[in-house]
T-cell receptor, first 113, second 115 residues
């Protein structure tokens, strides 16, 4: 079985401040992890993914995430928030092959000017 | 990059009618397609997984006779909501994957409103 837990359904940061969105996973086998962003009334866009290569993964729009096996975490960060980062972010996990993807409950990021 | 086109983006239908949603992979062959439903302010719930040329595999609790999924070709999957009711109103999103890779590409979603 696999699951992800996103701590904090809402996160507010000031423009220019550090963004930290938390994700912890549970998986009985080595996981593959993803972060997606969703803007209102739109589909999901892949920000970055971890597929057992480098543990520090860099994605689009200045986001990055670090896979920490000891902490079963895959937190998403961005050094300086921009107004355009306001959206909902989903962490997701799969165990590869033809396994399905399981999504977290999402974190809505608000950026305060 | 990989693109998945989903149509329509919005649809309003009368209760009791059927609605078809299309999901197309534009520049790759989608061996597997996934259909999700997203309730307001909630995460995505996987409804079913379909592989080209075979019957869809539905998740527990999803009515297969109500949500008909067809994956007749490597670039097209359709979801038909039959005899729609107001409680079927939701945001439906498809996702396509090529082979066993981890590149899941999502469509832009369809907002279904049943009145």
């Amino acid at each position: 079985a696999q699951s992800v837990t996103q701590l904090g359904s809402h996160v507010s940061v000031s423009e220019g401040a550090l963004v930290l969105l938390r994700c912890n996973y549970s998986s009985s086998v080595p996981p593959y992890l993803f972060w997606y962003v969703q803007y209102p009334n739109q589909g999901l866009q892949l920000l970055l993914k971890y597929t057992s290569a480098a543990t520090l993964v860099k994605g689009i729009n200045g986001f990055e995430a670090e896979f920490k096996k000891s902490e079963t975490s895959f937190h998403l960060t961005k050094p300086s928030a921009h107004m355009s980062d306001a959206a909902e972010y989903f962490c997701a996990v799969t165990t590869g092959g033809y396994q399905k993807v399981t999504f977290g409950t999402g974190t809505k990021l608000q950026v305060i000017p | 990059g990989a693109v998945v086109s989903q149509h329509p983006s919005r649809v309003i239908c009368k209760s009791g009618t059927s609605v078809k949603i299309e999901c197309r992979s534009l520049d790759f062959q989608a061996t597997t397609m996934f259909w999700y439903r997203q309730f307001p302010k909630q995460s995505l719930m996987l409804m079913a997984t379909s592989n080209e040329g075979s019957k869809a595999t539905y998740e527990q609790g999803v009515e297969k006779d109500k949500f008909l999924i067809n994956h007749a070709s490597l670039t097209l999957s359709t979801l038909t909501v039959t005899s729609a009711h107001p409680e079927d109103s939701s945001f439906y999103i498809c996702s396509a994957r090529e082979g066993q890779g981890y590149g899941y590409t999502f469509g832009s979603g369809t907002r279904l409103t049943v009145v």
